[in-house]
C-alpha cells in the first residue's frame, strides 16, 4: 500500500480531486449515458429500470416500522425489516436511473420524498448489524445513527453518488440533507472517534465494502483535502486487511458471491481513488490483484454456474461492468457473461454494482461461452476439471481446506459432480441467515454441518470445527481431463478411534463422460461401533442392488459400489435456501454392516449431460 506521506502528497497536488479527468467513474458520463439509451445489450436492464420507477411513483413506500426491527432481538429473524428497508434501496436506483437515462424530472418529486425518508431512518444499520440489545447500544461509545455496518456504509455511498449524478436536478434542501446526514452518519464517526470499527481489522468482505463505500463516498463530498488524506489512509489499512485474506493463489473461501461482493467493492473504489488522484494512487496494479480478478475463470463449472462451497449460491450472474473494467485491466480470459445483470439479482440493491454494470459494460463482451480446462487454488486446496461434452459441459471439484474458513462450513473433502448446468452431487451453499446461523448453534444448521456434505460421519460424529480440522494433501496430479488428488482428512474428525482417513479422487474425463473413482481408507484403534459414507444432491436418487442413480433435467449421474458390505438409505430432508427458498435435500447413506480396524470403501461414479 501507500505511507501517509506519498497519500497526503497525492490529495494536495493541484491535478489531483474531483476537477481529474474523468473523475470519478472513469468514463465520459454522457457519452455512455448515449450509449445506455441506444445499445441492444442495455434494453432488459433500462425497461427494468423504468418499471421500478414507475412502481415507486405508483406505489405507496412501506413504512419502517419499531415490531420490524425489535424482531431480530426478539426471535433472531432478519426479514421482516430488511424486506421494506432493501425496498427503499430497490426504488432509489429505478428513480435516479430512469432520471438519467430518459433526462426526464417526472420522478423528482418521488425521488425527493424517498431520500427525505432514507434520511429519517432511525439507523442506516440494519438491525443485525448493531450491538445486540438496549443495554449494549446504550453503553457503546457511538450512538445507533452513527454505525456504520455493509449497508449504513452502502446507503451512504448511494446517496452521496446520487447527489454527484443529479446536483442540479435536486432541490437544493435535499442535497444539504444528504450532505447532513452522510456526514454525521458516515464521515464525523471516521473522524471523530478513535477506536475502529470491528470491520476495520477483518479479513473478509467487510473490510473491503465497508472500506470502500466509505471511501468511494468521501471522495463524492469531502471538500478538505487534509482531512481526506487522513481517512484514506485509515481506509487503506483496512484495505490491506482484506487483502490479507486472500492466499497469494488469488481464491476467495467465501465463494463467487461475496468475491463479487468484496472484491467489487474493493476494486470500485480503487477505481475512483486512481481517478481522483490523476494516477498516483493504484491499488490494483498487483500480481495479487490479477490473481484474485481471475476467480470467477478458476471456479465456474460451466455458464453461469459456480463451485460454491461455503455461503456461496451455485448459480451466479457476474457483474459485468466490473468484469469488462478488470478484462480492460489485466487482459484476462473473458468468463462467461451471458447479458447485463438484472437489476433485481442482488435483493440488497447495492447502488455501486448497478451503476457500474450501466457505466463500464462492454456488449462486445457479452454471451461468451465458459472455457474449459482444469484449475487449481493451491492455497484453498480447491481444484477443478471442466471438459465440453458437445454443447454442455461436464465438471468435477473437490476440496481440502479447513474448518475455520469465512463462512466456514465443515466440509473438507467435499467434492462436486456437475453437468449440463446442473450440480448431481451438490453444495447446499447458504442457509437462511438468522442470529442463531451465526452463533453457537452454527453447525446444528443442515447447510452448515458435515451432516449436509458428501463426507463420512465416522463412529456417530461428524466433522468437527476449527482451524486445526484440516485436511492435508498427499497427493496431486492435475492433466487436462485428469485429476488426481489424495487428501488426508484425520484432523476433522478429533475424539473418534481414528488413527487414519485419507481419501482419494481420480477423475477422468472421455468422449463425454466424466469418470470419478472415489476411495476411502480408514485406519482404527479398534473397530468403530458406526461407519456412513454420506452423499448430498438436490436430486432424488434411485437406489437398485449396487447402483444408485441420480435424474436431473439435463444430466445425469450414476454410483456403482460393492454393496454386499454396506446398507444404503435416503433421508429426504425439507429445508430453506438463502433466500427462504423451500428445497429438499437427499442425503443417500451407505452404513458399513460389519466392521473393524481398517475399512475400505470404493465408489465408480459417472456424470454426463443428456438430450
Request: proline share 5%; charged share 25%.
Amino acid at each position: 500500500m501507500y505511507t501517509f506521506r506519498e497519500i497526503r502528497e497525492a490529495f494536495t497536488a493541484e491535478e489531483t480531486g474531483r476537477q481529474a479527468p474523468l473523475f470519478p467513474f472513469g468514463v465520459d458520463l454522457q457519452e455512455v449515458l448515449q450509449k445506455i439509451r441506444e445499445q441492444p445489450a442495455y434494453s432488459s436492464l433500462r425497461e427494468e429500470i423504468r418499471e421500478e420507477a414507475q412502481r415507486a411513483e405508483q406505489e405507496p413506500l412501506l413504512p419502517l416500522t419499531f415490531t420490524q426491527f425489535h424482531q431480530f432481538e426478539k426471535q433472531g429473524t432478519r426479514f421482516e425489516y430488511e424486506r421494506p428497508y432493501f425496498d427503499r434501496r430497490r426504488r432509489l436506483l429505478g428513480l435516479v436511473y430512469a432520471t438519467l437515462i430518459d433526462g426526464t424530472e417526472q420522478y423528482l418529486p418521488v425521488l425527493e420524498d424517498l431520500i427525505w425518508e432514507i434520511c429519517n431512518e432511525y439507523t442506516w444499520c440494519v438491525p443485525a448489524h448493531l450491538p445486540f440489545g438496549l443495554e449494549a447500544a446504550r453503553s457503546n461509545v457511538r450512538l445507533s445513527e452513527e454505525q456504520i455496518d455493509l449497508f449504513a456504509s452502502e446507503t451512504g455511498h448511494g446517496l452521496a453518488e446520487t447527489l454527484y449524478l443529479l446536483s442540479d436536478k435536486l432541490n437544493p434542501w435535499i442535497a444539504e440533507r444528504i450532505r447532513t446526514e452522510v456526514n454525521k452518519r458516515i464521515l464525523q464517526p471516521m473522524y471523530r472517534e478513535p477506536s475502529r470499527f470491528g470491520w476495520e481489522s477483518v479479513t473478509n468482505n467487510w473490510s473491503a465494502v465497508c472500506g470502500g463505500a466509505v471511501g468511494m463516498t468521501a471522495l463524492l463530498l469531502e471538500e478538505n483535502p487534509e482531512r481526506l488524506a487522513g481517512l484514506i489512509d485509515r481506509l487503506l489499512q483496512a484495505m490491506e486487511c482484506y487483502m490479507e485474506g486472500f492466499e497469494n493463489d488469488g481464491g476467495c473461501p467465501e465463494g463467487i458471491g461475496y468475491w463479487l461482493y468484496g472484491f467489487g467493492y474493493y476494486m470500485y473504489f480503487a477505481e475512483m481513488l486512481e481517478s481522483y488522484t490523476a494516477g498516483k494512487l493504484r491499488l490494483l496494479d498487483t500480481d495479487k490483484c490479477r490473481r484474485i480478478a481471475e476467480f470467477p475463470l478458476s471456479i465456474s463449472l460451466s455458464d453461469g454456474s459456480f463451485v460454491n462451497y461455503s455461503d456461496a449460491s451455485g448459480r451466479s450472474s457476474l457483474h459485468t461492468g466490473m468484469v469488462a473494467q478488470l478484462v480492460r485491466r489485466y487482459g484476462l480470459q473473458i468468463p462467461y457473461l451471458g447479458k447485463l445483470v438484472s437489476l433485481h439479482q442482488d435483493h440488497c440493491y447495492r447502488f455501486a454494482h448497478v451503476s457500474r454494470n450501466l457505466l463500464w459494460s462492454d456488449q462486445e463482451m457479452l454471451g461468451r461461452s465458459t472455457p474449459a480446462g482444469e484449475w487449481e487454488l493451491a492455497d484453498l486446496q480447491w481444484i477443478v476439471s471442466r471438459q465440453k461434452a458437445g454443447n454442455a459441459m461436464v465438471a468435477f471439484s473437490a476440496k481440502g481446506g479447513h474448518n475455520a474458513e469465512p463462512h466456514n462450513h465443515n466440509d473438507v473433502g467435499h467434492f462436486i459432480l456437475h453437468a449440463g448446468g446442473e450440480s448431481l452431487l451438490a453444495d447446499l451453499g447458504a442457509g437462511v441467515y438468522t442470529r442463531d446461523y451465526f452463533g453457537e448453534k452454527r453447525y446444528t444448521y443442515l447447510h452448515n454441518s458435515s451432516k449436509g456434505h458428501s463426507v463420512p460421519v465416522i463412529d456417530g460424529q461428524e466433522q468437527q470445527d476449527g482451524h486445526a480440522c484440516a485436511a492435508v494433501v498427499t497427493e496431486k496430479v492435475i492433466e487436462p481431463g485428469h485429476i488426481r488428488l489424495g487428501l488426508d482428512l484425520t484432523a476433522a474428525y478429533p475424539g473418534t478411534k481414528l488413527e487414519q482417513f485419507h481419501r482419494q479422487f481420480q477423475w477422468i474425463f472421455t468422449e463425454g463422460v466424466g469418470r470419478l473413482s472415489l476411495t476411502d481408507r480408514f485406519a482404527f484403534t479398534q473397530a468403530p461401533h458406526s461407519l456412513e459414507e454420506v452423499f448430498i444432491s438436490l436430486n432424488e436418487p434411485v437406489l437398485e442392488p449396487g447402483l444408485v442413480r441420480w435424474q436431473g433435467e439435463k444430466a445425469e449421474a450414476t454410483l456403482r459400489y460393492d454393496d454386499r458390505p454396506y446398507s444404503a438409505a435416503v433421508e429426504v430432508i425439507p429445508t430453506q435456501a438463502h433466500l427462504g427458498q423451500p428445497i429438499t435435500v437427499y442425503r443417500l447413506t451407505l452404513a458399513a454392516k460389519e466392521l473393524s480396524a481398517r475399512v475400505e470403501f470404493a465408489g465408480e461414479f459417472e456424470v454426463k449431460p443428456v438430450q
